[in-house]
DNA sequence: GCTTGACCTTCCAGTTACTGGAAGGATTAA
DNA sequence: TTAATCCTTCCAGTAACTGGAAGGTCAAGC
């Protein structure tokens, strides 16, 4: 299968499956003419890496997981230990970000958003009158 | 002021400072052997700099704050509607991160986490099993 | 056989917002 | 004078692609 297919089967772009390739995620055969060739077997880690992507795993996440994926011999406590560092800096970047929404919210709430120039939203990152 | 301790007074890298500057967010004077100046006004502006930030605005956004910040012929209208698109990608993100954060849970759970190869995780990613 | 359009290839550059490090000049304290 | 600590510029790297140029290939239609 070309590359245009095997993008079209896996939802993934065909430039991303390229760079998957020149990181070492994938490695396809090459046909005469020097097209990919994907087998089922790579359409198959190419969904598992998409999936991976989905949930937020970083590339070398992914790495790591497509090896213990590949490896009948692993141990669940490996991957559930990569998940499970993955979710705490998750749960930590929905922190920050529910904080920054949180200001943003109350800021805007107060800005009356006309068209004079008094605005609390300036004058929050001013700080001019503030400690912090 | 050098950079040094303008870094110290807004609680920015120096290389943080040096880039705002690269990139036209701060303009110091330069003193007679090419160290930058920075006045009290370059000083607010980089607290203003380092407080958008913290509020998760992109730099360009910054940029766009900053100028409406220094003309005093604003409107708050248009400081509004920078935090309401702001606010608006903060809570897509947050759902986004909601959702991994759902379903890693779920599945992290659902892990044994011994030294057995069967994993919930890995046959979530494969999908062989699903649809999607 | 030829053309046209849709494929495919590689390679280079750009994105975001810095960060690290090298090479070398300036300043200050001992 | 020497050592430590500044400062400067410039180059490269980060994460994970994405866009685009230049050029080869393939299948369909005439």
Known sequence: MNIGDAAQHVGLPAKTIRYYEEIGLVIPQRGAKGYRQFSAR????????????????????????????????????????????????IDQKISDLQAMAHTLNYLISECAGNDRPECPILTRLDGSDQVN
């Open 42 to 89: 790579d359409l198959h880690n190419l969904t598992f890496l998409a999936r991976s992507r989905a949930l937020g795993f970083s590339i070398e996440d992914c790495r790591a997981l497509l090896t213990l994926y590949q490896d009948d011999s692993r141990a669940s406590a490996d991957v559930r230990q990569i998940a499970r560092n993955h979710l705490t800096k």
